[in-house]
């Protein structure tokens, strides 16, 4: 009787082990409800990138700390990962990233009514829970690989992060727009980019508990453990690793950790900067939507790059253009827009060469039985290392400069480059 629900799952998952024509149709239909979420998903990260620090230091009355509300949202994010990874490999991808989306969408709301009563304590809290939202958005990318064959899985990756560039480009240039609507009912006008957050994160939490069925997780489980079967093999012996699957999955994450360290850290102090040397709101909005349309929008040509010139070498792109986007910022003259959206856009754009080839080569050495439970666990240090350079931002920043922040942290991409080196080194 237990095994009931099992033999019902399997049957109902039989004719896609029968057909490669029904896995591709899946695979297409997965990947375009992943699109479709990321588009809100991309509006709700892109409140708190913009404006969070802004909110923080107008509460707290200190630089110093502007950092803090970027390390709260990305340790929610580590959290997050870890959470959402977990019950996306136990339930499947559908009831993990809809909870953390809908866990997001719930931070957001907190956010807006700590402004509402200037409460620091709530306002942390929410943070930390907005967090969920940031990671379940990256987790999404996920989603999208599972039925891919291996030449499709960088692409795959990328498709769903470019869409992540339609919500998160028109999230900051909505900052007036939502501060306005915010101030009109009775809200600090740096609340309203999160009552937009709220809105988008839950729409993107529905997507995918409302469209995402047959789950794609579970259905590619369903074939890996058939392929056992008829291999006469136990499923969990069935995945024979490749040679340095394992290197592979540190390399990944060495990739992803360092690329993520630099651009929070830059990011984060980047509209205290702005706002130090006069900069409008509306100016540290176009500048940040910018930023993050280079961190998605160039997704498609980097996937494209990545399966076919391969992983290492976007790996090693990363660093450079991360160590440029560094020069440039620490170069900026403060009153200068143009040249500071210039070091932001290349900043967002080594993040994406850096996110892109890190989660292929994660994808392709993970075992496919525990894949979501390894990604989520990856991407728990992702966020961790996040959370690191969002506290160490505006520490630097406050006993230095903006330029000596900027230039440790292209330095810091070097690093990319004896990782890779040691990757392709014979085991």
């Known amino acids: 009787m237990t095994h009931e629900p099992q033999i019902h799952t399997e049957s109902r998952l039989s004719p896609y082990a029968a057909s490669v024509e029904m896995q591709q149709r899946l695979y297409k239909r997965s990947l375009l409800i992943v699109v479709l979420s990321q588009i809100f998903g991309g509006a709700g990260l892109a409140a708190g990138v913009t404006v969070g620090a802004l909110l923080a230091q107008d509460m707290l009355g200190s630089e110093s700390l502007a950092g803090v509300p970027s390390a709260l949202f990305t340790l929610g994010s580590a959290a997050a990962a870890m959470l959402v990874g977990r019950l996306s490999q136990r339930y499947g991808r559908r009831l993990g990233l809809s909870a953390g989306f809908f866990t997001g969408g719930i931070g957001a709301l907190g956010v807006i009514l700590a402004a509402v009563n200037n409460s620091i304590w709530l306002l942390f809290i929410s943070f930390v829970i907005y967090g969920a939202g940031t990671a379940t958005n990256l ?73 995402l069925r047959p789950d794609p997780f579970i259905v590619a489980k369903a074939l890996h453990n058939a392929q056992s079967a008829m291999q006469g093999k136990p499923a969990d012996a069935a995945y024979s690793p490749r040679k340095g699957s394992n290197k592979g999955l540190i390399v990944g994450a060495a990739v992803m950790i360092l690329t993520q360290i630099v651009m929070v850290a830059i990011m984060t102090m980047t509209p205290i900067h702005m706002k130090h040397h006069g900069h409008s709101l509306s100016d540290v909005g176009l500048v940040i939507g910018i930023h993050i349309g280079f961190m998605y929008f160039p997704s498609l040509i980097t996937g494209v790059l990545a399966d076919k010139i391969g992983r290492t070498a976007m790996s090693i792109a990363s660093g450079v253009v991360l160590l440029s986007a560094g020069l440039v910022a620490a170069a900026a003259p403060a009153d200068s827009m143009f040249v500071l959206i210039v070091a932001l856009a290349l900043l967002g754009l080594g993040w994406n060469f850096g996110l892109i080839s890190g989660t292929a080569i994660i994808v392709d050495s993970a075992d496919p039985v525990t894949r979501a439970k390894t990604q989520g666990t990856i991407d728990v240090l992702v966020a961790l290392s996040g959370a690191a350079g969002g506290v160490l931002s505006g520490m630097v920043v406050s006993s230095t400069s903006y330029a000596t922040l900027s230039l440790a942290g292209g330095a810091l991409a070097l690093l990319l480059i004896p990782v890779i080196i040691w990757s392709i080194k014979k085991a």
């Open 139 to 211: 987790q999404a990318r996920y989603a999208g690989t599972d039925l891919a064959r291996p030449d499709q899985r960088a692409k795959s990756i990328s498709i769903a992060m470019v869409s992540t560039t339609l919500g998160a480009v028109a999230g900051p240039n909505l900052v007036d727009v939502t501060g306005d609507f915010a101030t009109s009912v009775g809200v600090p006008a740096l609340a309203g980019p999160f009552m937009l957050g709220a809105a988008a994160f839950i729409l993107a939490g529905l997507v995918f508990f409302l469209f």
